[in-house]
């Protein structure tokens, strides 16, 4: 059924709103995807804080062209859907590091065509780079024991030097 001029405003009004609200955006080019992996990928999206979504290419491209972009410059071919952050102050890899995962495990049914990060419109290897990048806590995790470690290993060394003068 096709949809009338008030129905697309209305979705390209969505758009523009997620692409502004969003931390980042990242444009998802799937195809053979199954029912079940979808509603699966979508209950695992919800549950993170990720928004997900279909929309027709044009409607896409219009909402990018309103708010600035080249989006000339995006390939979409085939199916596109976009993942974004519900909360602009969300993690900024999260979308493009949750598809990521996605991808590696349903391997050529899901591929990163692009996307939004920090208010630029990204290529598809520089949302690959994006999505590789660890989550907050991860980094945090990593920090502190960059930090423990000088001390963790003088504790050490002096236990040893304690065990050869006893």
């Known amino acids: 059924m096709a949809k009338t001029k008030a129905q697309k405003k209305e979705i390209t009004d969505k758009l523009e709103g997620a692409f502004k609200t969003a931390a980042s955006s990242v444009f998802v080019h ?19 804080g990720v928004g997900y979504t279909v929309a027709k290419k044009t409607l896409i491209r219009r909402a990018l062209s309103a708010l600035g972009h080249d989006e000339a410059s995006l390939p979409m071919e085939g199916e596109i859907a976009i993942a974004f952050n519900n909360a602009a102050d969300g993690d900024a890899s999260g979308p493009a590091r949750l598809i990521h995962g996605f991808a590696t495990k349903l391997k050529d049914k899901l591929v990163i065509a692009g996307g939004i990060f920090e208010g630029k419109l990204r290529d598809a290897k520089s949302m690959q780079e994006i999505a590789t990048i660890p989550s907050m806590d991860v980094l945090r995790g990593m920090f502190a024991n960059i930090i423990n470690s000088p001390k963790q290993r ?13």
């Open 30 to 48: 799937f195809k053979g995807v199954s029912v079940a992996e979808e509603t699966a990928m979508r209950r695992q999206l919800r549950s993170e």
């Open 154 to 166: 003088f504790a050490i060394a002096l236990s040893e030097v304690a065990k050869k003068k006893a």
